[in-house]
Structure formats: C-alpha cells, structure tokens
C-alpha cells in the first residue's frame, strides 16, 4: 500500500504546495508584529506614545533620603492639529492647557464652567484634546465638552463631545440639514448655529455692500425684498429660518451693545409663518457661492 501511495504522490508536489499556500512561512510572524506595532490601538505605538506621554529624563540627583533631581525634562509628542502637511500646529501639553483654564476660572473667579468648546475642528481628533477633556469632566470642572467645525465629517460620533458650534444661515444651511448632524441631536448633542448674520452681511442694506461681495448682491436683494414684501424684519426671518431648520439650537451673535442684544433677542422671539421662512430657503438655495464662508473672505 505504501509503494503504491507512493507511486501515485510526488512527494515535491506536495512540499511546492506548502510554499505556495504559505508564500511567508518564514516572515509571517515578523509582518504580523510590525502591523500590530503600527496598527494596534491596545499595543502599537499610538498607544505607546499616548502612555509614556510625557516622557520625562531626569538629571543630577540633589542627594538626601526623597528621590530628587536637579534637572527634569518633558518630552511631549505632540499631534497634527491641520490636515496640512505644512501645519507647524501641535498638539498642546496636557499640563499646559490644565494650566490656562486653571488660570482662566481665577480670571473669572468662578469654580466651574457649563461647557467648554475647542476651536480648532481638527483639534478633536487629538488624543491629548480628549484626556484633557475627560479629565475637566470628572473633576467636575465643567458639565459639557464640545468642538467648534465647519464641514459635517468632524461631527464627533464619540459620546465624550456633547455640544458643536456650526455655521449656518439661509445662504449656507447645507451642514444643518445633514443626517449626520440629525444623528448627534438624535443621541442628545447640543448644537449651537453661528454665522447666522453672516458677520452682518446678511443685514446690510444692498446698496451699502462693499464692491468685494458684487456677486452677492442679486441673492441679497431677493432676501430684503422678501422682508419688505411681508413686512418682517431680517433679523426676525434670518433667525427664523434656522429654528425652522433644527429648532432646538441655540445661536451664537456678536453684539456692539446691550441695545444691539435687547433687539435681536426681540425680533427673534417674532414668529414668522412657514410659507416665508420656506421661500427664504428657496432663495438661499438658489445662490452657492464659498463667500457665503467668511473663511474665504480676504
């Protein structure tokens, strides 16, 4: 029987076979460690680096029975805050930014804070951001964290960030519609809409806008003469077209004056009816344009 197994079975054959299903029989192990090194979020370097973060050396022991040094330095491995490669930003310290909102709270001579929002989108993303955060909401510090953006793919999906500031007015209401953003209210998020004047543009009196927004004007006329069509104020429409579009947030304006406050918090409480606040948006829609953006004005 084991002459003609024999016979019948090139022994090579079967030795080519294994090479062929297991091209790194010798390696495999040394490209599974490397991966796991660079990839893996419990034992690769990310977290090697988030652990020993920062790495302290120490110089010249002072001598005596407590351990003591003369020297000590921190090394901090910071994190791209841009998406640029350009971006000489980094991430911020843990005990540094401890150190500025500890200095912040004297300044205001309060104990806490309501929220704390970061500014920077990209900052989110940075592992330091989110101890730092974490630790300011288990110390009781503040009661929310939260992440000024610009573009729906920084929304934060993790349950740390409970309020984002987004811009959004009738011209520019694309981030406040999407479903992404529906998910983070969905789950409890806060938003707060900003840019909802468009730095005052919005406003304006057409014939007083500078020669730098000339192609805004058509789409802003259409809007002013919406107002005075239907006798409502800007201010009363421009709000209302965002509470018709989550009408849970809150805004965020600049002011001049307390006056300037009282107005806007007046006209704002105006109702206006749905088939107006509908043919604002109708507008808005009509006219795309990256000035709607005051990151692109120059």
């Known amino acids: 029987m084991e002459e003609l197994i024999k016979d019948k079975v090139n022994v090579w054959d079967v030795i080519d076979t294994y090479f062929r299903d297991e091209p790194y029989y010798k390696s495999q192990h040394q490209v599974d460690s490397f991966n796991e090194f660079i990839f893996s979020e419990d034992n ?3 977290n090697i680096i988030r652990r020993e973060n920062p790495f302290i050396v120490h110089q010249g022991d002072k001598g005596g029975n407590n351990i003591s040094f003369k020297y000590e330095i921190s090394f901090y491995f910071g994190e791209t805050l841009d998406e640029t490669k350009e971006s000489p930003n980094h991430g911020e310290p843990i005990n540094d930014m401890e150190n ?3 200095k912040c709270l004297n300044q ?14 990209n900052t989110w993303g940075n592992n330091n951001t989110k101890f730092f955060a974490e630790k300011l909401i288990k110390s009781k ?11 729906q793919k920084f929304i934060p999906e993790d349950s740390l960030a409970s309020i984002i500031q987004v811009p959004g007015n009738i011209f520019n209401y694309k981030l406040l519609t999407s479903k992404k953003l529906e998910r983070f209210i969905n789950k409890g998020g806060e938003v707060h809409v900003r840019s ?3 730095q005052g543009l919005l406003l304006m009196s057409p014939h007083k806008i500078p020669d730098y927004f000339a192609k805004l004007i058509k789409p802003l006329k ?11 104020n800007p201010i009363t429409l421009s ?22 406050l009282d107005k806007i918090i007046n006209k704002t409480k105006i109702q206006v009816s749905d088939n107006i606040v509908n043919e604002a948006l109708k507008i808005g829609k009509q006219y795309s344009s990256n000035l709607w953006d005051p990151r692109n004005w120059s």
């Open 44 to 46: 690769g370097i990310q």
């Open 100 to 102: 500025i909102f500890k």
């Open 108 to 121: 205001l001579k309060i104990n806490k804070v309501e929220g704390l929002l970061i500014h920077n989108q």
């Open 141 to 151: 510090k503040i009661n929310h964290i939260g992440v000024s953006i610009y573009d």
């Open 196 to 198: 909802v004047f468009i």
């Open 222 to 232: 259409e809007f002013h003469n919406l107002c005075k069509k239907n006798d409502v």
């Open 239 to 260: 709000t209302g077209c965002i509470f018709k579009l989550i009408p849970q947030c809150k805004l965020v304006i600049g002011i001049d004056s307390i006056e300037q």
